[in-house]
């Protein structure tokens, strides 16, 4: 046997009858087989080419085999018709690899019991795996065990084939989303798809066997260095499978499926199905759903942070810098502009995303829910936030003179975004549509919320309501009654701090008719108006009746 440092044995599989599914049978897998490995196999050059696809195998005693071979065939001979010259085995082993023979396979039993060097040489120079038996082998029974076998993969592939081309068919006409495609895809290959548009910026992505930050790290600069094509193709330093996306002549995007771990089998005809009927269900899709992919994307990933559906923080990472927002330095910001549905323009999420990019202010904005959109800011870490809100504020404004902005605290980290959402959220719920901004400002925040404000977020606390019946129930009931108006006589009051004087000077009431009004009050409410404890607690159901009587 050669001691050439390249022999080696093939891996032990174990007793295997059959590749996995979607797997096109290897050198390796043939040797594998019971039939074959009874014969002692050595591979003796070609190591790291035994995964190389068997398309057929071929039994051969004569000198120039190649005129019979198409390629992909796995040569077995007794060694008999070798030339005995150097060039002439030069001349065998050039041939069947010029016509892409899968291997040769010769028989150490009859004419030869270790390999001729000359062959050695002459496999190895060509790249050709050259495989030894020492015992004799049937070769007519291995020819019949692997054509068996490809055979029924090439059956098992047609049906996977009708499988996928049923599964996308059924999506298209249920007016499937981009979203439910891209999941499809994933499932049916067991490989990572990434949607992406014109400027590399990736739209959405559905892993498999691998995590988002793993997927999209460094999407960009990885993006651009694969090239395009015009049509589904193996490209780029990391082999991406890739086709484009497009619709008579124009071309909305790509999708990319990514190679698995060096562990698994490469791309095979299965997942170039896969992705092409990827690419028409997702032209179809584009064209049935007018909402851009772009606005899609950026609406997914806002929800995705403010409920924390991503599994880590370095997920959520990478998924907003493939979607070209700078995350490392950056400090973010979470605001809510509300509008109202008769004064909403078509597309605000665009002309805001327009107006905030001429600005250089990089932002997500996406529908949360009807009327309401939801915007992350991310800006340098020293940029002071108020100016890119106000920016903002006066482009929704532009809009409709009716909306509301919201805004929450700023935070350094990713994580924190949920809590300035949720601060925002606080601010718009607890601003009624009349009221004033402050002074200077254009939008609200958290310092905004006063005690008018608190109890109309909580207005439908059936406790609040509860509350201002304890306490002005009986005096509502008494002006009903009988055609007064103690309550705004209570107001004054109040809002002088029980200061009488000058309460009735604001109500237009003599000091004698107010007083006199007052102890009525004490009496209807069963209360002390000189404690100030009281006070404070009609204070509080007067607000909350006021903001509960706001429409």
Known sequence: MNDNPSTARPPDTGDRNSSPPGHALTIADVLALPVLASGQPQVVTGVPDLDRPVRWVHITELT???????GGELVLTTGMPLPDDVAGVRRYVDELAGIGAAALVIELVRRYHRPPDALVQACRARGLPLITLAKD????????????????NQTEAMRRTQRVHEAFTTLTLRGAGPEDVMRAAAEMSGRTVVLENLVHQALICEPSGTTLEEALTDWEQRSRSTPPGDRTSQRGPEGWLTAPVEYQG?????????????????????????????????????LIHPTPWERTAHRNVLRDLVEQRHRSPEDARARLAALGLPTENSRFLTVVVDLPAKDTTANPETRLSQDLHTAGIPALIGELAPGRLGVLLTLGPSRPWQPAVERLSHAALDLSPQAVVSAGSGVDDLTDVPRSF??????????????????????HELSDIDLRRLLYALREDTRIQEYAEQQLGRLLDHDGRHGTDLLTTLRHYLDAAGNKTSAARGGGLSRETFYQRLRTIERLLDCDLESGEQRTALHVALTALDVLRVR
């Open 250 to 286: 124009e071309r909305w995007g790509r999708v990319a499926m990514l190679p698995a771990p060096a562990t698994e089998p490469a791309f095979g005809p299965e997942h170039l199905t896969v992705l092409e009927r990827t690419a028409m269900a997702l032209t179809v899709a584009r």
């Open 422 to 443: 949720h601060q925002a959220t606080r601010v718009a719920a607890a601003t009624p549509p009349d009221q004033p901004l402050p002074q200077g400002r254009s939008f």
């Open 137 to 152: 082998v049937n070769f007519l029974e291995v020819t019949q065990v692997v054509h068996a076998l490809i055979l029924g």
């Open 64 to 70: 120039d085999p190649a005129s019979f071979l198409k």
